[in-house]
């Protein structure tokens, strides 16, 4: 079992649409993370949860909601999103949060396609 | 602002040697890592560096020059199986430091 599992690791939707994808950490972190992954550019930090309180959101429209019930999962809640949404969402938690120094351990992603 | 540049795409021979440059300017330096991405998969975690010179582990090794904004990763007796991205990434200073990545290096690795 890989320590970031992330469900599901495909989905279409329609932009009217409301889905969620889920991320769950077995490696006893403290800190998660999603980030997003769209072709030819650099990985984006979306956000950011540090012991469950949110620390960072990156200039995220509100198209995305995440939630964090606890340390261990990390949700990301879609709703209206656009055709340019559609890319690799992964999901990744390491000890500390950052500029800790910590390793991050990413999920295998969600791969989103927005029709 | 905070930028961090790679090459786009390398290809080199099966058992050679590549060197995989990053270069970066960024809001304070807490550390730099390199990931490796094959197609469809997680990042998974190569090296760290947060002083000056070189790591070595294995057949990869990365250094860093803090004062030159400057690392590279070094993969020597290529395999196959090291056909992947390369992602370099800094971490910026202080608590509210985040993980800045790069674009990301596309090694092709030929027979």
């Known amino acids: 079992e890989t320590g970031v599992t992330q469900t599901p690791r495909h989905l279409v939707m329609g932009m009217t649409n409301k889905k969620s994808l889920k991320c769950e950490q077995h490696l006893g972190h403290n800190a998660m993370y999603w980030y997003k992954q769209s072709a030819k550019k650099p990985l984006e930090l979306m956000f950011v949860?540090?012991?469950?309180?949110?620390?960072e959101n990156n200039s995220v429209p509100s198209r995305f909601s995440p939630e964090c019930p606890n340390s261990s999962h990390l949700f990301l809640h879609l709703h209206t999103l656009q055709p340019e949404d559609s890319a690799l969402y992964l999901c990744?938690?390491?000890?500390?949060?950052?500029?800790?120094?910590?390793?991050?351990?990413f999920g295998e992603g969600s791969w989103l396609t927005v029709v | 602002g905070q930028n961090i540049d790679q090459p786009t795409e390398m290809t080199a021979t099966e058992g050679a040697i590549v060197q995989i440059n990053c270069t970066y300017q960024t809001s304070g330096f807490n550390g730099l890592f390199w990931y490796q991405q094959h197609a469809g998969e997680a990042p998974t975690f190569l090296s760290y560096n947060v002083l000056d010179g070189l790591e070595e582990k294995g057949r990869f090794s990365s250094f860093l020059s803090r004062s030159k904004g400057y690392s590279y990763l070094l993969l020597k007796e290529l395999q196959m199986k090291d056909s992947a991205s390369y992602l370099c990434?800094?971490?910026?200073?202080?608590?509210?430091?985040?993980?800045?990545f790069g674009q990301g290096t596309t090694l092709q690795v030929k027979p």
């Open positions: 949860y540090n012991f469950k309180e949110q620390t």
């Open positions: 990434a800094v971490e910026g200073s202080g608590n509210t430091g985040k993980l800045i």
């Open positions: 990744a938690s390491s000890q500390d949060g950052p500029g800790s120094g910590n390793t991050i351990y």
